[in-house]
T-cell receptor, first 118, second 118 residues
Framework: EAGVTQSPTHLIKTRGQQATLRCSPI?????VYWYQQALGLGLQFLLW???????NRGNFPPRFSGRQFPNYSSELNVNALELEDSALYLC?????????????????FGPGTRLTVT | AQSVAQPEDQVNVAEGNPLTVKCTYS??????LFWYVQYPNRGLQFLLKYITGDNLVKGSYGFEAEFNKSQTSFHLKKPSALVSDSALYFCAVRDPTVGSSNTGKLIFGQGTTLQVKP
């Protein structure tokens, strides 16, 4: 079974530019999550998409946004890049559902996209 | 506020010896707990979870974890460490539901580096 895939592996951008990161979930998973892993800040929850809708977002400014496509893949966009946006961005997927009666709760992670802002 | 603490930045063990990586949590309601492992320049790999049931949970690669409600702990253990177990380990707790809805968010500890020496 193919795991979560992310592209690109590395991305180098200049301050003020926009970055687009992509994620394909495990087949059968409808929920996609985005996390930021920055040095010294640990893993921080960014966004959750399920069935094409944004269900929850973490404590990040609005210039972090994304979407989920009908095939459940997802895109994370970061506008007006700042130096502190340099981090590993991890995508995860799971079986979906917003209620409490979900089949499983664990999230499966992709290898990440390393974003460097210069 | 919900939180996870991993009190040790690094744990050193000799190959063949038992290992323990500590985790304590603070969460309202019943905790849903997880352990993940991260190898250099890789995403997170799911090891095991505690949702309900037996306090001793078995997971991948010979790892197990013991849930202790009174001590609010979920320590990761392995009877005999391998050099290949050397990696960064994260404990996580699911953010409690809001009403009847799942928030989708995992809250991670800061991580513990496990170093297994031959």
């Amino acid at each position: 079974e193919a795991g979560v895939t992310q592209s690109p592996t590395h991305l180098i951008k200049t301050r003020g530019q926009q970055a687009t990161l992509r994620c394909s979930p495990i087949s059968g998973h409808t929920s996609v999550y985005w996390y930021q892993q920055a040095l010294g800040l640990g893993l921080q929850f960014l966004l959750w998409y399920d069935e094409g809708e944004e269900r929850n977002r973490g404590n990040f400014p609005p210039r972090f946004s994304g979407r989920q496509f009908p095939n459940y893949s997802s895109e994370l966009n970061v506008n007006a890049l700042e130096l502190e946006d340099s981090a590993l961005y991890l995508c995860a997927s799971s079986f979906g559902g917003t209620g409490t009666l979900r089949r499983t709760y664990e999230q499966y992670f992709g290898p990440g996209t390393r974003l460097t802002v210069t | 506020a919900q939180s996870v603490a991993q009190p040790e930045d690094q744990v050193n063990v000799a190959e063949g010896n038992p290992l323990t990586v500590k985790c304590t949590y603070s969460v309202s309601g019943n905790p849903y707990l997880f352990w993940y492992v991260q190898y250099p320049n890789r995403g997170l790999q799911f090891l095991l979870k505690y949702i309900t049931g037996d306090n001793l949970v078995k997971g991948s690669y010979g790892f197990e974890a013991e849930f202790n409600k009174s001590q609010t702990s979920f320590h990761l253990k392995k009877p005999s460490a391998l050099v290949s177990d050397s990696a960064l380990y994260f404990c996580a707790v699911r953010d409690p539901t809001v009403g009847s809805s799942n928030t989708g968010k995992l809250i991670f500890g800061q991580g513990t580096t496990l170093q297994v020496k031959p």
